[in-house]
């Protein structure tokens, strides 16, 4: 069992940044892969950052290629979306969720656990 919390969402101007945080509880959690998904109003949840377990791979979305930096610290049981020049298109709840399996999977049926959410808002 995973438990995960998000955390640093909040209201920024367009061009700004904000780093989010996922704390998750457990002793396994190196051995599973890391999503950042969004979810916008009105729109399916789309995943926009991926870590794979120890290799620390990285995959992102097209739209967030060059601005999001995903990373994963296992000591601290923490994984993290830096993003930087943030759109108002950006604006969205941000969730995280871990998959027990590894490898790139974009459909949020197929992960295991997932935080609560936090709200991104980009003003323009």
């Known amino acids: 069992q995973v438990q995960l919390v998000e955390s640093g969402g909040g209201l920024v101007q367009a061009g700004g940044s904000l780093r989010l945080s996922c704390a998750a509880s457990g002793r396994t959690f190196s051995t599973y892969s890391m999503g950042w998904f969004r979810q916008a109003p009105g729109k399916e949840r789309e995943l926009v950052a991926h870590?794979?377990?120890?290799?620390?791979?990285?995959w992102y979305a097209g739209s967030v290629q060059g601005r999001f930096t995903i990373s994963r610290d296992n000591a601290k049981n923490t994984v993290y979306l830096q993003m930087d020049s943030l759109k108002s298109e950006d604006t969205a709840v941000y969730f995280c969720a871990a998959r027990a399996f590894s490898g790139v999977v974009t459909s949020p049926a197929l992960y295991n656990y997932w935080g609560q959410g936090t709200q991104v808002t980009v003003s323009s």
């Open positions: 870590i794979l377990p120890s290799v620390g791979r990285t």
